[in-house]
């Protein structure tokens, strides 16, 4: 998969895709992350990309100009890549949403920056606006860096274990609980059932615990996947244990 990102700072992008999973996945040939810098589409010796607003107000907004020649640019080296926009105005990206755009062939993301864009060049230019969060970032670099880790790590090949991406957090439920060695830490130890070897019994138990932490932390989840009866069981369990996380 390709990501194009069009961006005033390339090298907020630049490094964070160059690591960890993302850059190992760009090594592999699995993902390529191409970063375009907006002030090459830019005119005059200053090349400014952004001006005041008409009607006034504080901020700068970035100009049309500069922003559609890099989309239309960006278009003509990745011709079937819709074209997203970071902005707080977006739908709000989620596991759905990103397993949506990992069956695309590309992206291009524009990352919007001081008090937004031209009007003209988002309603020429762009498909859709994502947003990572209800809060307010310096500009979509950040944005665009999370975009590309959700979305990178549900391409088939660049996750080492498939099953990794189908036991992260979000699609349906928060995570298990996660331990490792030593297997007793200042007083605390590891849950039994992890060294009892019992497959089944682990299972279980990650199943079980995976509810109780939704239900305690992010009850909004509860009733958005349907419940199996292993589930149903498990969260019969939770309630006579006395869990007060529905309250």
Known sequence: MRFDVITLFPEMVVAPASESIVGRA????KIEVVVHDLRDWTEGKHKAADDSPFGGGDGM???P???VRAVRAAKELAPHSPVVLTSPQGRRLDQDMATELASLSGLIIVCGHYAGI??????????????IG????????????????????LVPGVLGNAVSA??????????????????EFEGVKVPEVLLSGHHEKVRRWRKKESLRRTMERRPDLIGSWPLDDE?????????????????
């Not at 209800?134 to 790590?153: H, K, W």
């Open 26 to 29: 760009r090594q592999a040939g």
């Open 61 to 63: 907004v970035m100009k």
């Open 65 to 67: 100009e500069p922003v």
């Open 118 to 131: 031209d009007e003209r060049a988002v309603a020429m230019a762009v498909d859709r606006e994502i947003s």
């Open 134 to 153: 209800d809060y307010v970032l310096s500009g979509g670099e950040p944005a665009a860096v999370v975009i590309i880790d959700a979305v990178s790590r």
């Open 166 to 183: 189908e036991d992260d957090s979000f699609p349906h439920r928060l995570e298990y609980p996660q331990y490792t060695r030593p297997a």
């Open 231 to 247: 589930e149903k069981e498990l969260l019969a369990e939770l309630l006579n244990e006395g869990d007060k996380a529905w309250d």
